[in-house]
C-alpha cells in the first residue's frame, strides 16, 4: 500500500479543492431564532416567514420592492461641510463615516428618490439605521429639504421612512439644528398642500421622534417597532417603575392615538398607494397595472 497516492495525495486534493460556503447564506431571526435562507428572507422583505418579525431592511431595497418595477432617480443632496467640530472619541469622526460608507455601500444615512408607486408619482426619503445608527446630521437635514423641495417642484407627495437612535452626537449643536430646518421643510409641503406621509420603522428615537418623524399628515408604522423620545430604559430608570407590556411599542401607540394604522411590509405598498390617491383625489389604482376596463357600447 503507498501511503503518499492513497493518503497524502487524495488529502492535499481536498484541501485544495475545498470550496468555501459563504457566511451570509443564512440569517437567525432575532425573535424567534428561526434559521432564515438569505433569497427567501430578501424575497420576503426581510420579514421572518415563520413569526411575522421585521427586521431592518435599507432604504435602497425598500425602494426597490416600492417603485414600480424597482426604478426610481435618485435625488442630489447637497454635501455639507465634513467634521465641523474636528470631533473624535475612540475614532475621529471622519473615520467613522468612512467606514459606515464602507459597510454600508452608501455616501450617508439617508436616500431620497422620486419615481411611481403604482403609476403614481412621488418623492421617497428613507433611513438607513445601518449607517451609524441612522442618526441625525446635516446631511439628513439636507435631504429632508431637498426631498420637501423636489417635491414642492414636481408637485408630488412625500413619503418618509424613518428610522433613527435620533441625532448625531459628533455634530453637536449642528445635528440639533435640523429639527427646526425639517420642521420648515414640512411647512413647505403643507403650503404647497401636498401630502406627506410618514412611515415610523423600528426604532425611531430622540431628535427625529421629536421633529419630521411626527409631522406626517398620516402616521403609519411597521409592526411591533419601538417609537419614542426617551427610550423605556431611560424611563424607568427616571420614574423606578415598570412600564406596561408592549410600552411605546407601535401597537400601544395605534391604541393610545398617537398613530392611524399599523401595517405589513408586505401590504405597505398598496396602503400608500390607496392614501395617496385618497388625499390627491384620484381615481384607485388598476391592480396589476392594467389597463382601465373599457365599457363596451350597449348592442343596438
Not at 495525495?9 to 451570509?24: A, T
Not at 423636489?150 to 435640523?178: C, D, T
Request: charged share 25%; proline share 7%.
Amino acid at each position: 500500500m503507498n501511503w503518499i497516492s492513497n493518503y497524502v495525495r487524495p488529502k492535499i486534493n481536498s484541501l485544495f479543492s475545498r470550496r468555501e460556503v459563504p457566511e451570509n447564506l443564512w440569517t437567525k431571526c432575532p425573535e424567534c431564532g428561526t434559521m432564515l435562507f438569505h433569497r427567501e428572507l430578501s424575497d420576503n422583505l426581510n420579514v421572518c416567514s415563520n413569526c411575522d418579525h421585521h427586521m431592518a431592511i435599507s432604504p435602497r431595497d425598500r425602494f426597490v420592492a416600492l417603485f414600480d418595477g424597482g426604478i426610481f432617480t435618485e435625488v442630489k443632496v447637497p454635501e455639507p461641510v465634513v467634521d465641523p467640530l474636528q470631533f473624535r472619541d475612540q475614532k475621529k469622526y471622519p473615520d467613522r463615516l468612512k467606514g459606515a460608507q464602507k459597510a454600508t455601500g452608501e455616501k450617508e444615512a439617508m436616500l431620497v428618490a422620486e419615481g411611481e408607486i403604482a403609476r403614481t408619482p412621488v418623492v421617497c426619503a428613507g433611513q438607513d439605521f445601518a449607517f451609524m445608527a441612522g442618526s441625525m446630521g446635516m446631511y439628513v437635514g439636507n435631504a429632508i429639504v431637498a426631498a420637501a423641495q423636489r417635491a414642492v417642484e414636481l408637485k408630488r407627495p412625500l413619503i418618509l421612512f424613518s428610522a433613527a437612535g435620533g441625532a448625531r452626537m459628533q455634530e453637536g449643536i449642528l445635528s440639533l439644528m435640523q429639527m427646526p430646518r425639517t420642521t420648515v421643510a414640512v411647512q413647505m409641503l403643507k403650503e404647497a398642500k401636498l401630502p406627506y406621509i410618514v412611515v415610523l420603522t423600528h426604532p425611531t428615537t430622540g431628535g427625529v421622534t421629536a421633529s419630521y418623524a411626527m409631522l406626517g399628515d398620516v402616521q403609519i408604522a411597521e409592526p411591533n417597532a419601538l417609537i419614542c423620545f426617551a427610550g423605556p430604559r431611560v424611563i424607568e430608570q427616571t420614574i423606578r417603575e415598570k412600564l406596561p407590556e408592549g410600552f411605546q411599542r407601535a401597537e400601544y401607540l395605534l391604541d393610545h392615538g398617537m398613530l392611524d394604522r399599523v401595517t405589513h411590509r408586505k401590504e405597505m405598498k398598496d396602503e400608500l398607494v390607496t392614501i395617496l390617491r385618497m388625499l390627491t383625489n384620484q381615481p384607485p389604482a388598476v391592480k396589476g397595472d392594467l389597463p382601465a376596463p373599457v365599457e363596451e357600447a350597449p348592442a343596438s
